[in-house]
């Protein structure tokens, strides 16, 4: 094992390098780049910023809300609660875009996200991973928690990636954990010869599937994508 990388398979580690890897993407963007779009469907950079910067918040509350219940999710699990919502994601969008908007320009909400970010993974290095704490109804150990948020901040970050070619890409910690948490929802190893990235794309329905990946997958095609 290479110096180093026992901490960051641990889940504060993930969450730390998922987040600082995201953040190398926002902080140099400015308000024409804020208007390019993504592969979150109908959403521009600036609005799906304003998602990540929600996704941090919710982390500090989590991260500050102890549950008594044993946990009834896990990093895994905690998907499976994830179904496609056509009227929900177009709600979510209309709401995600009007508050993005309130901010007089691009560059106060990135500052506001890049500093938030920063205070999660601070709240994350001193927490628990084994206490339980509460978030969006269930109930999850502060690790499988932390490892949630990476997840989601390393889908998000090739999101953001489509329009921007040059950014520096996620973190392979948060890589390994969305392919673990893909592998877990599918039950099994993906049997195809994938690399971390498409897998990412393809298993989120961001990149749609070949025929011939369809009936490697079998029954399993059908399932996909696996959460968005």
Request: contains cysteine.
């Amino acid at each position: 094992m290479t110096p180093g990388s026992e901490d960051r398979a641990r889940p504060a580690g993930v969450l730390r390098d998922a987040y600082a890897a995201l953040a190398a993407v926002v902080a140099p963007l400015g308000e024409e780049e804020a208007w390019l779009p993504t592969d979150c469907a109908g959403w521009a950079v600036g609005d799906l910023v304003h998602h990540l910067l929600t996704d941090a918040q919710r982390a500090l509350v989590a991260l500050h809300t102890p549950a008594a219940p044993p946990p009834d999710r896990d990093a895994v699990t905690y998907w499976r609660d994830w179904a496609p919502d056509p009227v929900g994601a177009a709600h979510e969008l209309r709401r995600t875009r009007v508050a993005a908007s309130t901010f007089p320009d691009f560059g106060r909400l990135r500052e506001l996200y890049l500093e938030t970010a920063a205070a999660t993974v601070t709240a994350a290095s001193e927490a628990d991973p084994e206490r339980r704490v509460a978030t969006q109804g269930h109930v999850l150990t502060v690790g499988d928690l932390l490892t949630t948020l990476g997840v989601e901040a390393t889908v998000h970050h090739l999101d953001l990636a489509r329009a921007l070619p040059t950014a520096p890409g996620p973190s392979p910690a948060g890589l390994t954990a969305v392919r673990v948490t893909l592998d877990g929802l599918l039950g099994r190893p993906v049997p195809l010869d994938w690399g971390d990235e498409h897998y990412a794309r393809a298993a989120t329905g961001r990149t749609p599937l070949t025929e011939a990946e369809r009936r490697t997958l079998g029954p399993d095609a059908d399932r996909i994508p696996l959460f968005s």
